[in-house]
Every structure is written in C-alpha cells, then in structure tokens.
C-alpha cells in the first residue's frame, strides 16, 4: 500500500476514435468502508456484495479484523462480515496501516474513542500530511486520549488513540463541512451513552447517516435554520445486512467526462449512486451544456441509482456556484479538465478542502494544466480556467502525479484529446480507488500509448 515504494509505472492514453460502449465502474468507496465497519459492529453476519475491491477498503477491512471481526471474500465476489457488536472491538496487536486512505483513518479513530481499546495509526506519505485536528478536537471533547505528530499548523499521523468507556456524548457544530467528521463522532456515539448531536450547518453526504438507521441505529435528521441536526442514541444494538453497494460516482467522473470531450463518444455507465449529497458534478456539467441523461432511476438498499448515458457535447465555461462544493468535492480534478474543453471561462469557488486531500489539488492541477497548455488561474480557494473551445488541448506534458489517484486519472483522461501524448509518471495510486480503470477505458476504445522509462 505504500506507493512510495518500488518503481513508478507511468501511464499514458489516447484515443484512437469515439469512445464507445456500456460499462460499470467499481463500488462506491464512502459506501464500501462504512458497510464493512458497521458490519464489524453489528451481531451475526453481513453479506455485501459490489464492495470496492481498492487499497482504502481493503486497508478498513484490515483494521477490522485486527480489531476482531471476521471478513472473508467469497468465491462469488461477496464479502462476509461477522460482527462483534457495538462495544466488542478488540485491542490491535500492532499498528494500524491505513495506506492513503484519509476516509479509514478518520472513520476508525470515531470508533476506537469510545471503546476501551489504544490503536496507533500510520499511513504512506501523502496521508501523513494531511490534517487529522478536525477529529482530533471532537473526539477529545468526547474524552479520548489522542497523540498526535505535530506538524506545520497540523496534526498529523503516526497518532496514537486511546479510547474513553465510557465516552461523554456530545452536541457538535462542525466547523468545516466534512462528511469525515461528521461520520467520525457519529461513530464514536454508537458507544456512548446517552445522545450524541452533530448539526452540520452546510450539508455533506449522508451515506452514515442512511447506513446507520439501515443498521437500526436510533437516529433522526432535522433539518432547522441552524442546519441538519443528526442526532444519534448511543449504547446501539445493529443488526447485521444484506448491502448491495451501488458504483462510485467520484469514479464515474472520469469516463463519463472522457466521453464528453472525445468527439462522437456516446457510453453508458451503469448501476451509478446518484445520492443528492454526491450528484454535483452531473448537474455542473449538465448547466455547461453536457449531454447526460440519467436512465431506469430506482433505488436500490436505501440509495438512489441510475444508468449514466453520456455523449460528447460542446460545453460551455460557467461560473459554478461554491455552495455545491460538498456534494462534488472529489470530482473537481475532472471538473477541471471538463473546464479546459469548454468554450470560455470556467470558474471554480469555495474549494479550500482541496489544499489538504492527497495533494493540494488546485495547485497540483493548476501546474499541470499549464504544463498542457491551458491557461489556469490558481485562486486562494479554487481555479479559473480557460477552455479551448473543444479544440484538443495542445498537451505534451509530463504529469507529476503527487501519489494522488484523481491526479493522475484526470490528466490521464485529458490525454484522450491533446495534439501530443500526456504522461502520467506513475499511475500506481489509482489502484486506491480504481483498480479497474486502464482496463475499463480500453474497454470503451482507449489505447495505451507507450511510454519512456521515467
């Protein structure tokens, strides 16, 4: 998992016509961790089936069963989970790898601080840049013991956790609109007696939410002039599921803005989660012109699911509002690139969050971008971008991909239509969310170009 070891593989695509064809794209990753965790938490045994079969899920699951919950993959592609029950997580015998995962290590440390257990957390590099305060202060307002490594205006991991029992529930505004955080104090309450309140004043996606009450946690949402209001009761008993985990969104992005920038490309992505909390990105690129259309909707374990039918369209630079930045904050390296096809200026707001995912994604792209040939005009809290009218981007460059997944897929799909070759300098970070991507992009009519040794 960690992929500053070994030899980087770079990565180069073109396209050699219209991308064409009908395909599914991996398992949604929010939903993928927080099935096998509250599985691990339930009594008896839950079958999940669709589960991301990238390096962040498998990183949960391997924190699971150090922490005592039986997880096994079936023959059939399924994954079986046998819980220990809310309360029943077991002291680790060693460290906790979680790779790259951000989504694991917040989430985990939810449900070590209120279970009387220590754990101690680390990550490759990128991860163990990225700030872990935001946790932090409300789980040590719930009474866990946390160490972290102090860094620039940040606490990061290796970090240390040591779990109150019983923890002291809490009402908590979030700061900063964070599903992570969010999802982390809701989890440390499944253990804690008494109610545990967290009003959201922006929304977030509510996949815990929508998980916890299938589980048959006690929980409401309100929604009031001060926010949602999601309030938990604690000391829960879940019962183990049946979860059928609808395809990524945040990875349907990439062949679903490849097919509107390759000329004539007409696909269908199938069994997509369109949750309102995570659909920003079609609706941007539906407002810019975008020719998507959401087919045979229907909802499938609680979350709502379309077909995705895409065809190359002729986009046009909008102004996109900053209040849907939660609902999409994943998708805006392929936003990004969709903007340096469109004819004008895009501009892009309120995107602070993205300075501390796997890299600082504005900057990151923004250098990339330019290395392209597009003009891009790095904001404080987000990017201007002027398209090329649907033209190819002039490209040429080689990216540094900064070991982060959606870098490297967003340039790798700009490549589909620059005058000459984009290269990616080393694609092995995609496997953390998208194991299936190179192939899933032949499949639609992508070449791999090949690429010097870098």
Not at 107 to 131: E, K, N
Request: aromatic content about 2%; charged content about 15%; glycine content about 12%.
């Amino acid at each position: 998992m960690n992929h500053a070891a070994g030899k980087p593989v770079p990565l180069c695509l073109t396209a050699s016509g219209p991308l064409m064809g009908d395909v599914t794209v991996p398992g949604d990753k929010s939903i993928s961790h927080r099935s096998l965790m509250l599985g691990a938490l339930a009594v008896g045994e839950t079958r999940i089936t669709g589960l991301l079969e990238g390096e962040d899920v498998l990183a949960t699951a391997a924190a699971m069963r150090a922490m005592g919950a039986g997880i096994e993959r079936l023959g059939d592609g399924s994954w079986r989970v046998h819980g220990v029950g809310v309360g029943g997580l077991l002291q680790p015998a060693t460290a906790l790898d979680m790779g790259n995962s951000g989504t694991s290590t917040r989430l985990l440390m939810g449900l070590v601080a209120s279970h009387p257990i220590t754990a101690t957390f680390i990550g490759d590099a990128s991860l163990s840049g990225r700030p872990m305060g935001r946790v932090i202060t409300p789980l040590s307002l719930m009474g866990a013991t946390i160490a972290a490594t102090p860094g620039p205006g940040r606490q990061t991991l290796p970090l240390t956790l040591t779990g109150a029992c019983p923890a002291i529930p809490l009402r908590y505004t979030l700061p900063v609109a964070s599903a992570q955080v969010k999802s982390a104090v809701l989890l440390a309450g499944l253990n804690t007696p008494g109610e545990t309140v967290v009003i959201e004043p922006i929304p977030t996606r509510d996949h815990s939410e929508r998980m916890l009450a299938g589980f048959g946690a006690a929980l409401s949402v309100v929604q009031t002039p001060e926010g949602r209001i999601i309030t938990l009761r604690g000391e829960a008993e879940l019962r183990p599921q049946t979860i059928v985990v609808p395809g990524d969104p945040s990875s349907a992005a990439f062949p679903m803005v490849a097919a509107l920038i390759v000329p004539g490309s007409d696909i269908t992505i199938r069994n997509v989660g369109i949750n309102p909390t995570r659909a920003g990105l079609i609706t941007v690129l539906q407002a810019m012109g975008g020719d998507i259309r959401l087919l045979n909707e229907r909802i499938v374990g609680g979350e709502p699911v379309a077909d995705l039918h895409v065809r190359h369209s002729a986009l046009t630079g909008i102004e996109v509002p900053p209040e849907g930045a939660p609902s999409m904050i994943d998708e805006y390296p392929i936003l990004f690139v969709a903007a340096a096809f469109a004819k004008g200026r895009t501009v892009m707001r309120g995107l602070e969050e993205l300075r501390v995912k796997e890299s600082d994604r504005i900057a990151v792209m923004a250098q990339g971008l330019t290395a392209c040939g597009i003009t891009a005009t790095e904001l404080e809290d987000g990017l201007i971008v002027e398209g090329c009218a649907g033209d190819p981007v002039p490209g040429g460059a080689t990216i540094a991909a900064r070991l982060d997944h959606r870098i490297a897929m967003s340039f790798a799909v700009l490549g589909l239509n620059a005058a000459r070759p984009v290269v990616i300098d080393d694609a092995r970070p995609i496997a953390t969310s998208f194991p299936t991507f190179v192939a899933m992009m032949e499949q639609l009519g992508c070449r791999l170009l090949p690429t010097a040794d870098h």
